[in-house]
Structure formats: C-alpha cells, structure tokens
C-alpha cells in the first residue's frame, strides 16, 4: 500500500500583496514556525501577566537577534522586498500578520491584524501594548526584540468567538 497524498491537507504558501506586488511567500521551517509560535505565547503571556515557559524563553534566546520578517517571510522573500523599496514598516506590519497567519491560521490573523491597527489607529489599544520605535504595535515592546516560529504544524481553525473591541466594550460598560 502506497502513501496517501497529503499535499491538499499541507498549508498553502502564504499570497502577501504588498506595495503593488504580490510576494509568495512560503510556511517556515519546523524551526522557524517554533520560534513564531514562542513569540505568540510570549506576547500572550505578557499581555495577561503570566511567565512565559522556560521552553519558550530558550527558543527566542537561541535565536536572539533575528529579524521577525526574516523568519515569518524567509530570507529570500524578505530580501525582495527591501529589493523591492517596500518600506521598512509596511514590512515589519506584514511580518506581524504572517506570524500568525502560520501560527494561527488566516482567520485568526485576519481578525488581529484588523483589530490591532484599528485599535491603534483609533487610540485605543489594550494597556501593556504600545508602538516600538520600528513602527511595530506589540506586546514585546518591553521584551527582548527577536522573531517567532511555529509554522509547519498544522494551522488550528479559530474559535468563531469574537471579543468586541476595547472601545465598543467600554462605551457599553462591558469588562475585558
């Protein structure tokens, strides 16, 4: 008996429009995706005051240093891109949703992306995120700066809960 023909069930390359082109970029390595999945947790951890693992902290130290649109985008693709003149934070914004694009799924990057920088935007991002100076808005900021991975596990499907956003939840009284 043959093996079955998996590729259908295999994330597909990540189709990234930037600056009037289109970039392929394809899922991190095993270890790449690791390192984007400890950024997340990170993030996470630090955003609700909780200690990131010890496994987590050993992933980013190892690589402590890289640049997280090297590891969300690949070196290649993200060589292009500076090629390209795409400008530095219209990258660093791009690297943000790739990291949970493979670590999370589409849906799941969608929907933090579009609250982040809306959020942003409007002035009203949680408490403990703020803007570095690279233009990134992140719960790191007070963090070593270095990429994350995870990325060649399957992507989980988000749960179709959706948290209102900070500033509809306080205009009803709603706590977050």
Not at 5 to 28: F, I, M, R, W
């Given at each position: 008996m043959?093996?079955?023909?998996?590729?259908?069930?295999?994330?597909?390359?990540?189709?990234?429009?930037?600056?009037?082109?289109?970039?392929?970029?394809?899922?991190?390595?095993?270890?790449d995706g690791l390192l984007l999945a400890a950024f997340i947790a990170l993030g996470v951890n630090a955003q609700n005051g909780r200690k990131s693992t010890?496994?987590?902290?050993?992933?980013?130290?190892?690589?402590?240093?890289?640049?997280l649109a090297e590891v969300a985008?690949?070196?290649?693709?993200?060589?292009?891109?500076?090629?390209?003149?795409?400008?530095?934070?219209?990258?660093?914004?791009?690297?943000?949703?790739?990291?949970?694009?493979?670590?999370?799924?589409?849906?799941?990057?969608?929907y933090v992306f579009a609250n982040l920088y809306t959020e942003a935007a409007e002035g009203t991002l949680p408490k403990g995120l703020r803007t570095l100076k690279t233009g990134r808005n992140t719960a790191l900021a007070n963090q070593t700066r270095t990429a994350s991975t995870r990325g060649t596990a399957s992507r989980r499907e988000p749960q179709d809960r959706k948290r209102p956003s900070t500033k509809k939840a306080a205009s009803r009284g709603d706590k977050h």
């Open positions: 043959g093996f079955k023909d998996v590729q259908q069930y295999l994330a597909p390359h990540l189709e990234l429009p930037l600056a009037g082109k289109t970039y392929l970029v394809p899922p991190p390595s095993k270890d010890d496994e987590d902290l050993a992933l980013i130290k190892k690589r402590e240093g890289a640049d985008f690949t070196p290649a693709v993200y060589q292009q891109m500076v090629e390209d003149g795409v400008p530095g934070a219209h990258i660093d914004q791009a690297a943000i949703y790739a990291m949970y694009y493979w670590t999370m799924g589409e849906q799941s990057a969608d």
